[in-house]
């Protein structure tokens, strides 16, 4: 049953295919020549904005040189044509779209290290020097008049926009692939979080590298088919204000969404065109642009969501909630055996601030090690520190007996996750596919709706924007124990919780050793949580261990109460 | 080659004077402005068409200029700061990519793409020392470079207006709640820049290459200039913009270096990048 429903799935996207490539076929039967020229521009410019919708819309980043990896494409198909390489002009046009994406990947490498705007910075100067520079050199074969032949099967207009039409649909189809693949998922979630993506052991270089380079590859290929349509490509096709447009035109659209992209081309060639036949200068066209992708950025929304949201009102749903009412089956616990996360002497100053100095800490296999503290104590610190998110942190973290070192996403493939106690979920995904993301190996879906359906969590096929934020924090904490990590730092997991499922929430995670396989270190000020489920517990009071060792004795410590409660009596 | 070298110094004022304007921008109201240079262009475009087509006196049309070119910041500041408050930077930077097209556009659409009819504000040689030829406009922006980096300094660092751009810059909610006016601090901002921004191209414009993209394009060297002090600091923005302006002009005199001399600005920006990125940055602080 569940199978055929998967197969449909799967299948939707080739039937839209083969509906696009007829509806293609149509049109390039129908229209007169005009048209059809117009439309191979549009499908042209479509398969630019598909590219920037992916680093964009998807990925976050801002992109300024798009028609520059056009013009790369261009270069090389032109290149080869005039050398008159073997394979003809498809090979050349993949090979085109290869050359801008390893371009791509050059400039975006010293870039792409941090902020999203320093790919601004370098694009825009790559684009204002090919601009002058393309000028100068002019592409191969322009000088000799040597134009760039069109395969023998699609030679005249009507064959070739039917050509460019499958290879928009096939573009169409790989980013829809790979946006529901992994590395989709990395590209929504570096742009919601960077920390949150090295914290699922995703390097957050390389997932803002792929974007970049997908995005470039599909630019040399749209530069690559618009010299075959034109024959001699020329440098006014590839400006440096036409890129920002391109850009503006992405954002306003929304090109992350496959028929927004297509759209956008639409609008790309038909607002000039529509002002050609009112006699109204083209300049205008980019001033729309520029005002509306004003507005759609101080909005915060653009077309392709506005259009959505109309589409979903008519199903408005209320925001899923946890139902951690039903008790879940028991599981025999197993006894705590030896450390398997040791920390020594670890110190953290910031400044003159000592905020943990000579910390010693011991996570028990199959326990649950408790840490308790009032506000100020470290405690985030501390989960920062061990997950490698502060390298200046002095001391030793072992796992499993072996040293732990390197960066966050690095400590989390070592098998060591930590969750956030800021929502760091990437609202754009469905709950199955970040729990995939974080769990970084193949999961079945029973596996999913058994550990979704443990802890309360919605469905897997809910959008996590429409999931409240408490539950979105415990859909981080299945994803991280899908990963079969040996350690799982908790950062305050109830925190989103309404106080009674504090309780059903202790509950599971008493269970978490013995059906995951998974050691625990909870943080958390819910003492009656922490009675509940740790074994061991520590206490830091201003960055230091206050006392440490089974529940009760440290709970009972005078000056843990003293600490902890001030004078009075409440345990 | 000194002569080159001396020759591009009036750009390399030029690129710092602009480079000092983005970095108070970065450091100040958390926004790259890319729109800085062209906000300047707009506004000498018209004190061009004010004194070719109305006949204004040349000086007034420049002071007309200028403040247009600082209205036009002052609203785009007014904009990011009353619908994008609380966005991050790069969203902010965003609506200046927006702007940047939106001016370009209309600057065709009014003015025409061709190069402007520009009168010298200044012109003729300034000093010449062993036959070499320093021109006025270079002394000028030059001067206005470092002057325009030691007043920004001595307002943020002895006024207390300065002081509380400071608090805004670095913690904006909590200034906020003390009553320091936001919106208002950070729309003076954007003026002030977009005066500097349009005074500085009125006096390099004639004697550069001067279509509006070539104008709005100079935040590219402007912005690799900013990144050798990281888009924080003053002096080295000076002093990058300086630099790039000498080898720029060194180069364009080697015959073998035409095209590779397009790709300076963008080399440099790649090379600071590659260097400034060694260690790991995390995008929030917890």
Redesign the interface.
């Known amino acids: 049953m569940r199978l055929a429903e998967r197969g449909i799935r799967t299948g939707v996207p080739f039937v839209v295919a083969l509906v696009a490539i007829a509806v293609g076929y149509g049109l390039s039967v129908g229209l007169d020549g005009y048209f059809v020229y117009l439309g191979m521009s549009a499908v042209v410019a479509g398969i630019s904005l598909l590219g920037l919708g992916v680093v964009t819309g998807s990925a976050g980043m801002i992109s300024l040189c798009q028609l520059t990896f056009g013009a790369v494409g261009a270069w090389t198909v032109s290149a080869l044509n005039e050398a008159q390489a073997p394979g003809g002009f498809l090979v050349w046009l993949l090979l085109g779209g290869l050359a801008a994406g390893v371009v791509g990947i050059l400039v975006g490498l010293p870039a792409l290290r941090l902020r999203g705007i320093n790919l601004a910075v370098v694009t825009l100067g790559l684009a204002a020097a090919a601009d002058l520079a393309l000028v100068q050199l002019q592409f191969p074969g322009v000088s000799g008049g040597i134009s760039v032949e069109r395969p023998d099967a699609f030679s005249d207009d009507r064959s070739y926009f039917q050509l460019a039409i499958v290879v928009l649909v096939l573009c169409c189809l790989a980013v829809y692939f790979l946006r529901r693949g992994r590395w989709g998922s990395a590209w929504q979630a570096v742009a919601f979080s960077e920390r949150g993506t090295a914290a699922a052991g995703t390097s957050v270089r390389t997932s803002k590298l792929t974007a970049f380079a997908v995005s470039a590859t599909l630019g040399g290929i749209s530069g690559g088919l618009l010299t075959g349509q034109v024959g001699l490509a020329f440098p006014a096709s590839f400006t440096a204000i036409q890129s920002l447009a391109l850009y503006v035109l992405a954002i306003m659209s929304g090109a992350h969404l496959i028929d927004m992209a297509v759209f956008g081309a639409v609008l790309w060639v038909g607002v000039p065109e529509l002002l050609k036949r009112w006699g109204i200068p083209q300049d205008w066209g980019f001033v729309v642009f520029g005002v509306l992708g004003v507005q759609a950025l101080a909005s915060g929304g653009n077309l392709g969501t506005t259009v959505r949201q109309v589409w979903y009102r008519r199903s408005k749903k209320e925001p899923a909630k946890l139902d951690l009412a039903a008790g879940a089956v028991e599981i025999e616990s197993k006894a705590p055996g030896p450390p398997v996360l040791t920390v020594r002497g670890l110190s953290v100053n910031f400044g003159h601030v000592a905020a943990l100095s000579s910390v010693d800490i011991a996570v028990p296999e199959h326990g649950v090690l408790g840490v308790i503290g009032p506000n100020g104590a470290g405690k985030s610190t501390l989960v920062d520190a061990i997950s490698g998110f502060l390298p200046n942190a002095d001391g030793s973290v072992e796992l499993g007996g072996k040293p732990l070192t390197g960066s966050p996403s690095n400590r989390a493939r070592a098998g060591l996750r930590r969750t956030f106690q800021q929502d760091r979920v990437p609202p754009g995904l469905t709950v199955g596919a970040y729990l995939k993301f974080l769990a970084r190996r193949r999961l079945t879906a029973d596996e999913i709706g058994d550990a979704l359906g443990f802890f309360g969590c919605p469905a897997a096929r809910t959008p996590l924007s429409q999931v409240d934020v408490g539950a979105r924090r415990l859909v981080e904490v299945v994803g991280h124990l899908l990963a079969r990590p040996r350690v799982l730092l908790l950062d305050e997991p109830a925190a989103g919780l309404p106080h009674e499922e504090h309780v059903a929430f202790g509950e599971r995670l008493r269970q978490v050793p013995a059906r995951f396989g998974v050691s625990v270190l909870l943080i958390e000020h819910d003492l009656d949580l922490v009675r509940s489920v740790c074994d061991t517990i520590t206490v830091l009071d201003f960055g230091r261990v206050l006392a440490s060792g089974p529940q009760a004795e440290v709970l009972a410590d005078p000056a843990v109460l003293k600490a902890y409660m001030g004078e009075t009596e409440l345990l | 080659m000194l002569q080159g070298a001396l020759a591009g110094l009036a750009a390399g004022g030029l690129y710092a004077v602009l480079a000092v304007c983005l970095t108070l921008m970065s450091r100040l109201v958390r926004v790259?402005n890319?729109a800085q240079s062209a906000t300047g262009m707009f506004g000498c475009y018209v004190a061009v068409f004010l004194s070719v087509d109305w006949g204004l006196p040349m000086w007034l049309a420049t002071i007309a200029g200028i403040l247009l070119g600082g209205l036009l910041s002052a609203l785009l500041g007014w904009?990011v700061s009353t619908?994008?408050a609380e966005?991050d930077?790069?969203?902010r930077?965003?609506?200046t990519?927006?702007?940047?097209?939106?001016l370009?556009?209309?600057s065709?659409?009014l003015f025409g793409n061709k190069p402007q009819p520009f009168h010298p504000i200044l012109d003729g040689p300034a000093v010449t020392v062993g036959g070499v030829v320093i021109s006025q406009v270079t002394v000028v922006t030059v001067a206005l470079a470092v002057l325009v980096a030691v007043a920004s300094r001595i307002v943020l660092s002895r006024t207390p207006a300065g002081v509380q751009l400071r608090a805004l810059s670095e913690r904006p909610t909590t200034a906020e709640l003390l009553g320091i006016p936001a919106k208002r601090l950070s729309i003076a901002v954007w003026a002030v820049t977009g005066v500097v921004s349009t005074l500085v191209i009125s006096i390099v414009a004639p004697s550069q290459s001067n279509d509006a993209?070539s104008l709005a394009?100079l935040?590219?060297p402007a912005?690799?200039a900013a990144?050798l002090g990281g888009f924080r600091r003053l002096d080295l923005a000076v002093a990058g913009g300086l630099g790039l302006g000498l080898i720029q002009g060194a180069a364009a005199q080697v015959d073998g270096l035409?095209?590779v001399r397009?790709?300076l600005?963008?080399a440099v920006?790649?090379a600071l990048?590659?260097w400034s990125?060694r260690k790991?940055?995390?995008?929030?602080a917890?």
């Open positions: 790259v890319f904009i619908w994008l966005a930077t790069g969203t930077s965003a609506v990519v927006a702007v940047l097209l939106l370009i556009s209309l065709f659409i993209t394009m935040v590219v912005s690799a990144l035409s095209v397009y790709f600005p963008f920006i790649v990048l590659l990125q790991e940055v995390w995008d929030a917890r």
